[in-house]
């Protein structure tokens, strides 16, 4: 009796045509946006708790002491422009109370440095936020904007529609057979590196899949909402009197919340989870470039080598 496609994908789906197509397409795929993922994965890990960070560290004034008299305008933009001499002075803004430092905004040829100096004796005191925050600044740019503005929002959406169709193709090709799904639940290798390294990726893959899926999805959700909301607006009537609590509203808003990471208030332990399952997707790419290493261009460049001796060898003396 014939084995039918739908039993050999069951029983042993390594043979099915389909199968190795998808993998091409994950391989591929994946290639094509490893770095994409890396950026990402890395950087979305740690904006997790960028919220917090802000409250803790950010709206606290630098205190300078009171002595003398405060700075006039001019006199502080000749300060801040000895101390830099290459820029010229944008903005000045003076602070409320007398005890607290002086923002200024500095500019060169697009770039801008926003600095703190003394009202009484125009002394640069530091930048106007810690080096934390410009750093989570940066890399919230690099998330959401891939330091690109609106083009760069644009690609991420759709590099994020990539790293769906991976996920999708990834789950397919986990599949290892209604004999041995069990196994690939957990890596049992020892001694042999790559065969480890393969069912890490496997098993890594699996156990992240929901999360990896989630943030792929309302990844494209950030970028482009419209499609959303129009097909969650064919099953949810809008309650337009209480909008806030609106069904259409919650779910589009639990997109938000999904992917950030951002529940309810005292939620440390989800977003712990969140960042260390953020970085699944950098591991996943890691260890599949590896495999394409082993599988595809070490062969490659033995076999390359093989032939350029070949070719050697036979050349007279």
Not at 1 to 27: D, E, G, K, S
Request: aromatic share 14%; hydrophobic share 45%.
């Amino acid at each position: 009796m014939p084995v039918t496609l739908t039993q050999q994908w069951v029983r042993r789906p390594q043979n099915v045509w389909l199968r190795r197509a998808l993998f091409q397409i994950h391989l591929w795929t994946g290639l094509a946006v490893g770095l994409y993922i890396v950026a990402i994965s890395l950087s979305g890990s740690a904006l997790v708790f960028r919220d917090r960070i802000f409250k803790a560290l950010g709206d606290k004034p630098t205190i300078v002491a009171v002595t003398g008299r405060r700075l006039t305008q001019q006199e502080l933009r000749a300060a801040a422009e000895k101390a830099y001499p290459q820029y010229t002075v944008s903005n000045i803004f003076r602070a409320r109370r007398p005890e607290h430092a002086v923002m200024i905004w500095l500019e060169r040829k697009g770039k801008y440095k926003q600095r703190l100096f003394d009202p009484y004796t125009g002394k640069d005191t530091g930048p106007s936020e810690p080096p934390i925050l410009t750093a989570l600044t940066w890399l919230a740019d690099l998330h959401f904007n891939l330091l690109a503005g609106e083009q760069g929002r644009m690609v991420n959406g759709y590099l994020a529609l990539l790293w769906t169709l991976m996920c999708l193709t990834g789950a397919v090709l986990w599949w290892p057979g209604i004999e041995n799904w069990r196994r690939s639940l957990a890596p049992r290798t020892r001694g042999n590196w790559k065969r480890l390294n393969w069912e890490l990726h496997s098993t890594v893959g699996f156990w992240t899949y929901a999360f990896s899926l989630m943030w792929g999805i309302t990844g494209v959700y950030v970028v482009f909402p419209s499609p959303f909301q129009r097909v969650v607006a064919l099953y949810f009537i809008p309650d337009l009197l209480n909008p806030q609590r609106s069904p259409d509203e919650r779910i589009l808003r639990w997109m938000n919340f999904l992917h950030f990471g951002e529940f309810f208030t005292g939620d440390w332990a989800l977003k712990a989870i969140w960042v260390v399952v953020g970085i699944a997707p950098a591991f996943l790419f890691v260890t599949g470039a590896v495999m394409w290493w082993n599988r595809v261009l070490r062969p490659s460049a033995r076999r390359s080598r093989q032939q350029a001796a070949q070719a050697a060898a036979d050349i007279p003396p």
